[in-house]
T-cell receptor, first 114, second 112 residues
């Protein structure tokens, strides 16, 4: 089945620890995105990448880092510099220039900082 | 600066009624306006989308109305069903397939 796989689904972290969230897609999409979702805040863009080895900051990139070494993979690291990391993280992908413009989302990773 | 403003935050509709969610945007460069539906614990999924060259798009019970001069667009759900109970997000982007800017969401509850 084609789609986006995020792991882990649930993650607990102690303050001061870095954690990496995995996102893999087998849709052959060019672009990949990371969004953060908080109650009542909608989805806010963290980082996005339109091509391998290149990525751009979104609206709330501080305290996060990403890499895009392969077209299929776009991992997100939540660093200890992120002040309030507890949230639901969503990865998405899309075809660039596609007529439909649809972003396909994974099922999310819920991070809780203890 | 909130580029896409969505209202209401929550909505309760009786089964068979019409659900209406509104969004307003600021950036006139936006040219793609989708609506996403999200169920608890799941990722959002595209429901319906429109481009500014048309004023209305209908897919089954779901309709987008678009007012370019007012920079507003809305989602209408006709004959609302309990299975429509979910969170709905409007969004906008400058080009289809690029990063979307989302509204804050509307939680819809359809009572039976």
């Amino acid at each position: 089945d084609g789609g986006i796989t995020q792991s882990p689904k649930y993650l607990f972290r102690k303050e001061g620890q870095n954690v990496t969230l995995s996102c893999e897609q087998n849709l052959n999409h060019d672009a990949m995105y990371w969004y953060r979702q908080d109650p009542g805040q909608g989805l806010r863009l963290i980082y996005y990448s339109q091509i391998v080895n290149d990525f751009q900051k979104g609206d709330i990139a501080e305290g996060y880092s990403v890499s895009r070494e392969k077209k299929e993979s776009f991992p997100l690291t939540v660093t200890s510099a992120q002040k309030n990391p507890t949230a639901f993280y969503l990865c998405a992908s899309s075809l660039l220039g596609a007529n439909t413009g649809e972003l396909f989302f994974g099922e999310g990773s819920r991070l809780t900082v203890l | 600066q909130q580029q896409v403003k969505q209202s209401p935050q929550s909505l309760i509709v009786q089964k068979g009624g019409i659900s209406i969610i509104n969004c307003a945007y600021e950036n006139t460069a936006f040219d793609y306006f989708p609506w996403y539906q999200q169920f608890p614990g799941k990722g959002p999924a595209l429901l319906i989308a429109i481009r500014p060259d048309v004023s209305e798009k209908k897919e089954g019970r779901f309709t987008i109305s678009f007012n370019k001069s007012a920079k507003q667009f809305s989602l209408h759900i006709m004959d609302s069903q309990p299975g429509d109970s979910a969170t709905y997000f409007c969004a906008a982007s400058r080009q289809a397939g690029t990063a979307l800017i989302f509204g804050k969401g509307t939680t819809l509850s359809v009572s039976s």
